[in-house]
């Protein structure tokens, strides 16, 4: 997976990047990412890239010619036509299902906004997708695209090894994961729970299940509502005594 990152502050993706799971992965070559700087594109003499709104108001919008002469030159380099995915507040909002769907892809290009945003044209002609990662709104998108680029690495494959694990994890099966712990067996008077320690695998399985609905329960009721279609007759019960049954009529 190629990332090609539209920024006008390069230096910020780059010292974002590069460490931990995602860092071996670049210096293994299974991903690698260009932070290109839109100013570099400008065709005036002052290196300008944004302009007033029309219609006024405040703040400026950037202007479309950087941004598309960008991508015209990723295109022309590489040979190949990216998605472009335009970080914005105004996009869908970012989930797992969508970071699956992008690490499909063999090249992205990301671009990041600033100011009041940017020219609609280049939304009309360049962007096949708007992506928000949250319902907050940021003072440029690369923090964001960096969240984009680091979900969407770990689902590229050979990006996690086996010791990262990606099976049991949050939002597999609308369920949040379960809790964890390692040693010490008591740290500051608290004990793991004995079940952990008993070795009987199929009782701590079940005992994480149940965990992993409380914990869904609590936090992400809107996520156990879509998880109960899937859940067995064990699973129902468990939901009923301890006073979940709701979720289930529902
Ligand atoms: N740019 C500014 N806010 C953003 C958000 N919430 N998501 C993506 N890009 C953004």
Known sequence: MNFYVLTLFPEMIEAGTGTSITGRAMKNGIISMEAINIRDYACNK???????????????????????????DIRKRTGKKPRVV????????FNQKIAKDLAKEEDLILLCGHYEGIDERVID????????????????????????????????????????????ESFENDLLEYPQYTRPEVYRDMKVP??????????????????????????????????????????RKFMRENGLGDFLEE
């Open 46 to 72: 002052h290196k300008h890239v944004d302009d007033y709104p029309y219609g006024g108001g405040a703040g400026m919008v950037m202007q479309a010619e950087p941004i598309c002469l960008a991508c015209d």
């Open 86 to 93: 335009y970080m914005t507040p105004q996009g869908k909002t």
């Open 125 to 168: 002609m360049e962007v096949t997708d708007c992506i928000s990662i949250g319902d907050y709104v940021l003072t440029g998108g690369e923090l964001a695209a960096m969240v984009v680029m680091d979900a969407v690495s770990r689902m590229v494959p050979g990006v996690l090894t086996n010791d990262d694990s990606g099976m049991d």
């Open 194 to 235: 004995d079940i952990l320690l008993s070795g009987h695998h199929a009782n701590i399985e079940r005992w994480r299940r149940e965990q992993s609905i409380l914990r869904t329960a609590e936090n992400r009721p809107d996520l156990l509502r879509k998880a109960v279609g899937s859940f067995d007759k064990k699973d």
